[in-house]
Every structure is written in C-alpha cells, then in structure tokens.
C-alpha cells in the first residue's frame, strides 16, 4: 500500500506561471515532509521542508503547503522557469525525520518558455 | 566538500552474477541508505544502517544485502542478479537526530542480461 501518493506523473506549464505539484499520504504518523528534484543521470537533490507544525514554509520562488485534516501537501514554484524542469519527489517520515524517507512515484515537470 | 560517491555509475552483468556497488561518504553521517528508482515506482528503500555494525531491511530488501564495517561506506551487494533488479540504484546519507534530510549520490545504473 502505497504510504506517499503522487497522482499526476507528469505536469507542463509556461515560464512564468506557477507550476503546483501535489502530494498525498496516508500514514497519520508521518510529521516531516520534503520535496527533492532530480535531473536526469544526477541525483535527487533537497529542495524544500515542512514540519507537521507548521502549515507553509517558503524559501525564495518554493512554497511548501500543508494540510494536516486532508494529508496533502503541495508545493508551489512562482514564477516558473524552463530549469526548474525536472522529476519532484514528494517524501515523509515519522518522528522529526527519525525514520527512513518513504517517497513517491514522482512528478515530472516541464517548463515551456 | 563533503561528497558521497557511488561505484561503479554503470554496470552490465548476467544473471546469477555477484555484484557488489560501492557507496562512500564524506559527510561522516551514521545514516546511510540504499534506494533503486524504476519506472512507475519512483524511489523505494532497499536497505539502511544507523551506524557501524548496523543494518535494516527496507521496503524490497528481498535478493540485496550490505554490510556496515565503517561509518564512509555501506557496499549493496545483489547475491545472484536477476533481471528485475535491472534499475538505477541511489545511495543517501543523513545526519543522525536531524531532519532526516538525505544526501544523495549520482546513482549506479545495473542492467542485467
């Protein structure tokens, strides 16, 4: 059973618009969340962070936003740029961070200029 | 820099074949982690160890193993290759008591024959 959920494989959005990728998940005790965006033939590199405290938290163009009631989460990229295209992987733990990343399938985004 | 370094980046072998991929790190974190990312399922968690002496099986741990005889490296080896574990193999490493923000290597692609 699938714990974290991406629903959209793949998403196409112009430069400068927002792009916004979701993600659900089903195990209440997960409390740290991340997004990590992989290019091709590199590794997924960190980009943003939520507690299950908090319900946003921004960093530059990224904004992360969680919905404890509904397990979902989004994170929200303004404005979009033709290299912010890539595979985002949505990702939760339990305890703070205390047990391994389970991640989903992955979004991949496209950024058409 | 602190780095984490996996070899070999690619790899063609035979099926029933030994095969051993290398994963170092620099960071000199106690968490380390082995995860495969195919198609359709995004990144899932093979094995992870918390510290020397330490290992624990993951979500498909079934035909992989690794050993921890020092905190720089966490070897998977695939005891008789078969061809479902043709896949991109990522190795992570992660601050113990942290986030649980994981560091990512370039990954080791395996195709077996």
């Known amino acids: 059973d699938q714990q974290v959920k991406q629903n959209s494989p793949s998403l196409s959005v112009q430069e400068g618009r927002i792009s916004i990728l979701n993600c659900d998940y089903t195990?209440?005790?997960?409390?740290?969340f991340l997004w990590y965006k992989k290019y091709p033939a590199e590794g997924p590199t960190f980009l943003i962070s939520?507690?299950?405290?908090?319900d946003k938290n921004e960093d530059g163009r990224f904004t992360v936003f969680l919905n404890k009631s509904a397990k979902h989460l989004s994170l929200h990229i303004v404005p979009s740029q033709p290299g912010d295209s890539a595979v985002y992987f949505c990702?939760?733990?339990?305890?703070?961070?205390?047990?391994?990343?389970?991640f989903g399938k992955g979004t991949r985004l496209s950024v058409i200029a | 820099d602190a780095e984490i370094t996996q070899s070999p980046r690619h790899k063609i072998t035979e099926t029933g074949r030994q095969v051993t991929l290398a994963c170092h790190q620099t960071?000199?974190?106690?968490?380390m982690f082995w995860y495969r990312q195919d198609l359709g399922h995004g990144l899932r968690l093979i094995h992870y160890?918390?510290?020397?002496?330490?290992?624990n099986k993951g979500e498909v741990s079934d035909g992989y193993s690794v050993s921890r005889s020092n905190t720089e490296d966490l070897p998977l080896t695939l005891e008789s290759a078969a061809s479902s574990q043709t896949s991109v193999y990522f190795c992570?490493?992660?601050?113990?008591?942290?986030?649980?923000?994981?560091?990512f290597g370039e990954g080791s692609r395996l195709t077996v024959l």
């Open positions: 992570a490493s992660s601050e113990s008591g942290g986030t649980g923000e994981l560091f």
């Open positions: 195990n209440s005790m997960f409390d740290y």
């Open positions: 939520i507690s299950s405290i908090k």
């Open positions: 990702a939760a733990s339990e305890y703070s961070g205390n047990t391994p990343l389970v």
């Open positions: 960071w000199n974190h106690n968490n």
């Open positions: 160890s918390y510290g020397v002496q330490d290992t």
